[in-house]
């Protein structure tokens, strides 16, 4: 073989393998990914709306005794705030699942709670953390649902504990701040740290409610937005009203 002859011979295998590199380069080149793939790489939390489907409430705590100690809320505005949620999930057929701890030492549900939740038994128990009686989650497991809304008091244990627990077990939490309290705006701080640290999503009250209801036409909307008992929602409602008879 003489030199010209090598030198072709040559040139006609690299670009050969060349080609071939080329090729397997293109094969190992992932297609484009969606906005979705996308997402689930770069947030450990991808977004998924409440609904009237997936979503169940837990109330833990409200108890006479323990709203006493609280400071970093007014205990009206707690009220108002919890009493509202509950029975803004009533009115989207949400399931509402009560539980109180040792009330011979911290006193029963608040009387404005349980006035708002006729026929829904409480759990009472004596476990610190709600998600160690296995009654109140078998309750919440009997829903079939897996986004855990929470509420509770105090902030940084008896909403905290549950909510960080429950993601353990495959559910996603959202913790509602105010509608819960805690003993000190400490405690609420490094409370609401320690879940957002562990995955869980805050929330407030009212704007939980309005995600899962949708739609302002939805036929339980006027229910919806008279429980939440939302000032200027109210106004704004009775213009609409007003105005639609002129």
């Not at 837990?58 to 005794?65: E, R």
Request: with cysteine; aromatic share 6%; hydrophobic share 45%.
């Amino acid at each position: 073989m003489n030199r010209r002859q090598f030198i072709n011979q040559s040139n006609a295998v690299v670009a050969a393998v060349a080609l071939g590199a080329g090729t397997a380069a293109t094969a190992a080149t992932p297609k484009s990914q969606s906005t979705k793939e996308k997402l689930e790489m770069n947030s450990p939390h991808l977004y998924e709306r409440l609904t009237r489907d997936n979503a169940v409430l837990l109330l833990v705590d409200h108890q006479v005794g323990l709203y006493s100690g609280v400071r970093d809320i007014e205990t009206l505005e707690l009220k108002h705030n919890v009493v509202g949620l509950a029975k803004a999930a009533l009115a989207l057929k949400v399931p509402v699942i009560v539980t109180t701890t040792t009330e011979n030492m911290w006193g029963p549900l608040i009387p404005e709670l349980a006035g708002a939740l006729p026929g829904v038994k409480r759990i009472e128990r004596t476990t610190v953390n709600a998600w160690d009686e296995r009654r109140v989650v078998d309750a919440v497991k009997a829903t079939g649902r897996k986004k855990l809304i929470v509420a509770g008091v105090s902030t940084d244990v008896c909403l905290a504990f549950p909510a960080i627990s429950a993601i353990a077990d495959g559910y996603s939490s959202y913790a509602v701040i105010d509608a819960s309290g805690g003993f000190s705006k400490t405690q609420v701080e490094m409370g609401v740290a320690r879940m957002q640290q562990a995955g869980v999503i805050p929330v407030g009250y009212s704007n939980v409610a309005v995600e899962i209801l949708g739609d302002n036409a939805a036929p339980d909307a006027e229910a919806v937005y008279a429980a939440l008992g939302i000032p200027f929602a109210g106004l704004v409602y009775g213009l609409k009203q007003y105005f639609s008879r002129n």
